[in-house]
């Protein structure tokens, strides 16, 4: 059976950051990350048009 590339993500990343995750803990991170990919792609598939401008910045 061939790994998940999602899990295959949590590992690389644990072991890239030096930040040991316990296997109990992996359904959880994965649970968190499942939710940070559906919302980004949600912003990443907003249309936008090609005119638009930032928001000014304003500072007190």
Known sequence: ???DPLDDYIDAVGKALALPIQDAWKP???ANLEVS???ARLVDEFPLPDEIEPASVFAA
Do not use: T, W
């Open 1 to 3: 059976m061939a790994a």
């Open 28 to 30: 959880a991170v994965r």
């Open 37 to 39: 990919l559906r919302l």
